[in-house]
């Protein structure tokens, strides 16, 4: 307990000035632990008796199971053998739909497709006996193309009708697209394609299950979500909620890729353990986490876009098409944020999207930070580029002249009833990356140099929070509970995975209590303890969950004040004093709070129609690149980023995210493609999956704006996602600026540079290799 | 598995290991599951990501590339042995202040990463600190509190760390 000094519970509403906790650098709550390399993640923990799990998948993309042969040179009896009939309940991993099998039982959907489990005490063992199983198979045409999937002709997925192979479709029309086209001074057609992208999270998918009939399923495992693992493994057991517990360990980054898919390692562990009587770990290696686990929706939008004399925009017809691979997963929630960020954040009166999650045999895409956010703002943001040459302004005005201001409505008929600021963001970006001169030396010096430099903008948005009535189903709750003791601890099933979750949690916490930092300590996640304060994802936990433990704070000393005659103003020591006061009269010293939506907030989930987001952060950032036309090769030299992401609630953590996030960003434009031969991802292993290292990661500068939100936690909004979405279209814009090439597809690798520079000095021999 | 295996002798952090283990296998898995120093991740498994690196002799390896065979008689410092008692080493009392750290896994490979540059050049550039982590993967933090971190840590007054 800290020596405190007498501190008073600081009283919402505008609980954000003076705060002493809250906006301060406080260490990472688990640092000490990390940098001691003291931190147990899931493979640094064993169980009692424990025996290792392996994976046979298919290795083909769609086709009917035949029969699966063992081969008689394996002793198959030290070994334990799971299939789909060993599953006790439903034979599905339920996310939104119930369409992904837990195991292949008569047909294969995509490559790495799991169909057969192995455990044995020799993990060393354990790839010679997934080799021998073999597995026949009557090969059914795959469809592996948003493309193919269009033309309807193989169904996949879903009714033999027009809305075959469709996952989730949405079609929002505003104002009057069709009357506008003849008012347009110029009409602006683009089309854009983004890849898959692997979160490469440096810790791969892992669990431990342990499994009796006494006490159901335990499983410790290294994830995002534990209480969407607790509902998939109640159905494919068959176990009471109070059978099913999931415990999250320490996480080794996550990115949205440890969200949907520890469902299903977690049921896979959990079948093993069931069946060999013994607890069963298994933590993939690289090659199986890349080739079999979830990556962010490839995607293809189109814009067409009228626009008046001086780059006004008068209509926008947009139509996204994501690829979802084989199972549902969440591709309908990403279609739909991919679909409401597709305008940027700009207003147009008249605009018509529709969009589509398209089924391929491919491994099921699944949530990756941004969360189909970054697919659809590198279509406007590029495109937006095109609107500006094509009027003949600059990239920078043609944004100012169609940003969203307060009182202006969004596709949706949201009013943007907070503040938006994105002239003075803009402003500040282009003054602090020096734009305006960088733009003209670099025009200068290009013809000059073998290394042309170019300078891009991006300008966007990112909703914080879920989307529409997301929130609302959702129903978060979570606490506070003070033990005997001095400490007091936060309940949530929010989980940390490098982003910071536990020491904001725990300042907000602190703050709202009149505490010190070192006064709160977090509880480990798990469902046997913790409330469901919902899904760590969608950039909520600060602005949602960390208001719910604001509120619990402040109506924790307020009942204290009421019942134990806790003084207006306490020390940490009388704090505590009270706490015990409470328990010996009433029992334990619990504040729970539950979600309450901001007022003003609808959303009508039929029209699509309403407050999308209960906030939005806003950010322009400025890339410099250098591109080398002897190599081909493009680098980012040079990266600015201003945002207002509300409060900030610890400097050095969100500066961490706005960086770390740049990064990925950088890797999404330049560096990492996922290649797929039939289905199956070859070069699933760090030597050809590339992301930034070390050395192609150029500085990046970071400012925030800070307009607290009254309804996130001391004024916080969403933050972790945001800069994901900025970085690919400012670095094209840039690449556009160095070398007047309209490149429209990422990743955006030197040998397509090399192609279009070569088509361009019209050599065709050597484009068509 | 007895029949093939040899009896090697190293130092770890100081303090004497002996070891029965097949000549092959990886030093990672003789660290982690003979020693029960789990503070050395693996990453990849192919010498990529750099999660896994240790000194050996005074130089950085990643220890999922180097057979245990090898490693008889030498000298092997990992994370476990940057600590002395209870007292952080200045490169992980940078780490946690900078924010060098997220989700930790890279950070052991990192330190050590880190640790090896700064006893060969205690002044690094911002060019050889690149240079220096350039084979160690970190996915949270582009990299750039790292680099914070790392020149916080040479900056700090009496710290020797070939002394340590």
């Not at chain 1, 008046?308 to 994501?322: H, P, R, S, Y």
Request: with cysteine.
């Amino acid at each position: 307990m800290s020596a405190s000094p007498k501190t008073r519970a600081d009283t919402p509403p505008d609980g954000h000035a003076g705060t002493r906790v809250v906006g301060t650098p406080q260490l990472r709550k688990e640092g000490v632990d990390k940098v001691l390399g003291r931190a147990k993640y899931i493979d640094d923990l064993e169980r009692e008796g424990m025996w290792h799990g392996a994976t046979v998948r298919s290795t083909i993309p769609r086709g009917r199971i035949l029969t699966i042969h063992f081969d008689p040179r394996i002793d198959w009896d030290e070994f334990v053998i799971v299939t789909a009939a060993d599953i006790p309940g439903k034979n599905h991993i339920h996310m939104i739909a119930a369409d992904q099998p837990c195991l292949a039982a008569d047909q294969v959907n995509h490559c790495d497709e799991a169909i057969v489990l192995l455990a044995h005490p020799d993990k060393r063992l354990l790839p010679e006996a997934v080799a021998a199983v073999r597995i026949d198979y009557e090969p059914l045409p795959a469809v592996l193309s948003i493309e193919q999937s269009e033309t309807q002709e193989e169904v996949i997925w879903g009714p033999h009708t027009d809305e075959a192979n469709i996952f989730k479709q949405f079609h929002l029309e505003k104002g009057d697209v069709n009357a506008a086209w003849a008012t347009a001074a110029h009409i602006v057609e683009g089309e854009y394609r983004t890849g898959a992208q692997e979160h490469l999270y440096i810790e791969n998918n892992g669990v431990i299950a342990e499994y009796s009939d006494d006490t159901g399923i335990t499983v410790w495992g290294s994830l995002q979500c534990p209480f969407y693992v607790h509902k998939s493994l109640m159905a494919v057991f068959e176990l009471p909620a109070e059978k099913v517990r999931v415990i999250q360990v320490e996480t080794g980054g996550a990115f949205g890729g440890k969200e949907d898919y520890p469902s299903v390692i977690a049921s896979h562990a959990g079948l093993l353990a069931k069946k060999a009587g013994r607890p069963i770990k298994i933590v993939y290696d690289r090659m199986e986490d890349l080739a079999a686990t979830t990556k962010r929706h490839p995607s293809r939008t189109r814009h067409r876009t009228a626009v008046d004399k001086d780059g006004k925009l008068l209509a926008m017809e947009i139509e996204v098409a994501t690829d979802g691979g084989a199972y549902t997963t969440l591709s309908s929630t990403v279609l739909s944020r991919a679909t409401l960020h597709s305008t940027g954040p700009y207003v147009c009166p008249n605009i018509r999207i529709t969009s589509r999650a398209w089924a391929t045999n491919t491994v099921p895409s699944g949530a990756f930070r941004g969360f189909g956010a970054p697919q659809s703002i590198f279509a406007i943001e590029r495109h937006m580029e095109q609107i500006a040459r094509a009027v003949g302004i600059d990239s920078a005005e043609v944004r100012r002249r169609n940003f969203l201001h307060d009182g202006d409505t969004t596709a949706t008929e949201q009013v943007m009833v907070e503040p938006v600021i994105l002239d003075a963001l803009l402003e500040r970006a282009l003054k602090e990356s020096n734009y305006a001169a960088k733009r003209e030396q670099f025009a200068r010096e290009n013809p000059h140099s073998a290394i042309k430099r170019g300078i891009g903008i991006a300008a966007f948005f990112h909703g914080s929070g879920f989307t529409g009535s997301g929130e609302r189903y959702l129903n978060s709750l979570a606490g506070i509970h003070v033990p005997q003791g001095d400490k007091v601890r936060v309940l949530v099933s929010s989980t940390e995975f490098g982003q910071g979750t536990n020491t904001i949690l725990t300042q907000i916490a602190a703050e709202s209590l009149g505490l010190s930092y070192d006064d709160v300590e977090i509880v480990q996640p798990d469902t046997s303890v913790v409330p469901n304060s919902g899904p760590t994802v969608a950039s909520r936990t600060s602005m949602v969950v960390g208001k719910l433990i604001e509120r619990a704070g402040h109506q924790l000393i307020k009942r204290l004040q009421e019942t134990v005659d806790l003084a207006e103003s306490y020390t940490a020591q009388e704090f505590f004093a009270a706490c015990d006061r409470y328990r010996d009269d009433r029992g334990t010293v619990e504040s729970m709070c539950r979600y309450e939506a901001p007022p003003n907030i609808f959303w009508d989930d039929q029209k699509y129609r309403g407050e999308a987001y209960p906030a939005f952060a806003w950010a322009v950032y400025v890339a410099e690149v250098a591109v080398d036309t002897i190599s081909y090769s493009a680098e980012v030299t040079n990266f600015h980023t201003v945002q207002e992401v509300g409060r900030v609630l610890n400097p050095v953590l969100a500066a961490g995210q706005i960086e770390g996030g740049v990064a990925q960003g950088i890797g999404y434009a330049l560096y990492e493609k996922v290649q797929l031969k039939n289905g199956h991802m070859f070069n699933n292993q760090m030597t050809n999956y590339i992301m930034p290292t070390a050395q192609d990661v150029p500085p990046i500068h970071v400012s925030f704006e800070e307009i607290p939100f009254s309804h996130g936690a001391y004024g916080a909004k969403g933050i972790g996602e945001l800069p994901h979405d900025g970085p690919a279209p400012a670095i094209l814009n840039a690449i556009q600026d160095a070398t007047s090439e309209n490149f429209t597809t990422i990743p955006l690798l030197p040998e397509d540079i090399f192609v279009r520079m070569m088509a361009r000095a019209q050599t065709p021999e050597i484009v068509s290799v | 598995m007895s029949a093939c295996s040899l009896h090697i002798r190293f130092t770890i952090n100081g303090q004497q290991a002996d070891v029965q283990a097949p000549p092959m296998k990886r030093l990672l898995d003789v660290l982690r599951d003979d020693l029960g120093l789990t503070g050395t991740k693996e990453g990849c498994g192919e010498g990529e990501c750099g999660s896994c690196s240790v000194r050996m002799n005074g130089e950085l390896i990643n220890s999922c590339l180097v057979p245990v065979l090898q490693v008889d008689g030498a000298l092997i410092e990992t994370v476990e042995g940057l600590a002395i008692d209870a007292e952080l080493h200045p490169l992980q009392k940078a780490f946690l202040e900078c924010g060098g750290a997220q989700c930790g896994i890279c950070t052991p490979g990192m330190l050590m990463a880190a640790t090896h540059l700064l006893a060969r050049n205690p002044q690094p550039s911002m060019d050889e600190i690149r240079e220096g982590l350039a084979g160690n993967l970190c996915r949270c933090t582009g990299f750039v509190k790292i680099f914070e971190s790392v020149v916080a840590a040479s900056a700090m007054k009496g710290f020797d760390l070939n002394a340590r």
